[in-house]
């Protein structure tokens, strides 16, 4: 097991256009979650789903924003019409339903839109 | 709604120093708190985890305490070295566990 792996690790998009994430969690993980860290702050949550049920959304997650867990495996994060302050590492982590429950983050996607 | 602090928010100390950061949390009912370590422009590297019904874990020159009541958790680290330089984040989950509200971190430096 690799741990959690997200694709791409580096991402540059002009305003206006759309971008996708994956991530893919640890294989027996239920929970998948997705978080923003922008510079010199911690982690915001963003989302968060339990197999492929998406189960709590932040305020932060505006109508732009998508996230999908389609087969409760890889999950998508997808920004339609990218703002300049949409630039950030998104993260995502995973951890087991029950039991020892420790989240474990992949090395996130930074994203700049010019 | 659940407010994360962490002080002090950067640390310079020199080599083979003990030292002790801080996490601190408005809401007692919490169901676990896991601290993390990240390095620049990288992920976040699980630590340790404390479930709400523990109050310390250790790993290696690593102490995690926590003291819910008081909504406090500490992290020790023992015997500083050069490459223990990160910043240090604490992570506060819900009862159901179903997100994690974050400090804004500890920017650690450990001179040579």
């Known amino acids: 097991d690799t741990g959690v792996s997200q694709d791409p690790r580096h991402k540059i998009t002009k305003r206006g256009q759309n971008v996708t994430f994956r991530c893919d969690p640890i294989?027996?993980?239920?929970?998948l979650y997705w978080y923003r860290q922008t510079l010199g702050q911690g982690p915001e949550f963003l989302t968060y789903?339990?197999?492929?049920?998406?189960?709590?959304k932040s305020r932060l997650l505006s109508d732009r924003f998508s996230a999908e867990r389609p087969k409760g495996s890889f999950s998508t994060l997808e920004i339609q019409r990218t703002e300049q302050g949409d630039s950030a590492m998104y993260l995502c982590a995973s951890s087991r339903l029950q039991g020892w429950t420790e989240a474990f983050f992949g090395q996130g996607t930074r994203l700049t839109v010019v | 709604k659940q407010e994360v602090t962490q002080i002090p928010a950067a640390l310079s100390v020199p080599e083979g120093e003990n030292l002790v950061l801080n996490c601190s949390f408005t809401d007692s009912a919490i169901y676990n708190l896991q601290w993390f370590r990240q390095d620049p422009g990288k992920g976040l590297t699980s630590l340790l985890l404390i479930q709400s019904s523990q109050r310390e874990q250790t790993s290696g020159r690593l102490n995690a305490s926590l003291d819910k009541s008081s909504g406090r958790s500490t992290l020790y680290i023992a015997a500083s070295q050069p490459g223990d330089s990160a910043t240090y984040l604490c992570?506060?989950?819900?009862?159901?566990?179903?997100?994690?509200?974050f400090g804004a971190g500890t920017r650690l430096t450990v001179k040579p």
């Open positions: 294989s027996e993980h239920n929970r």
């Open positions: 992570a506060v989950a819900r009862y159901n566990n179903n997100d994690m509200r």
């Open positions: 789903f339990q197999n492929e049920a998406q189960l709590e």
